[in-house]
């Protein structure tokens, strides 16, 4: 599962989405920053890096055996 967190440090501004294009649409919408966290069924997550607003948001996650950048 992918949580999005946007959030707004200067206006205490934070929200958490489970889809993307919601997410995006609040960054726009609040001038705010977003990060994506890839949670497992066992409890642990892990920190996927920043959400772009254009572009490729897939990233290599640190400690798998991924070959290509994904989620």
């Known amino acids: 599962m992918k949580q ?3 959030k707004n440090n200067e ?3 934070r929200e958490e989405f489970y889809s993307l ?3 995006k649409k609040a960054m726009v919408d609040n001038d ?3 990060y994506i966290l890839k949670i497992y069924s ?5 920190d996927c890096g920043e959400i772009k607003l254009t ?3 897939k990233t290599f996650v640190a400690g798998t055996k991924q ?3 994904n989620y």
Do not use: P, R, S
Request: charged residues 15%; negative net charge.
């Open 21 to 23: 294009l919601e997410a």
């Open 42 to 46: 066992n409890g642990d997550w892990v």
């Open 4 to 6: 999005y967190i946007v």
């Open 55 to 57: 572009g490729n948001n």
């Open 11 to 13: 206006t205490g501004y």
């Open 67 to 69: 070959l290509t950048a």
């Open 32 to 34: 705010a920053k977003g």
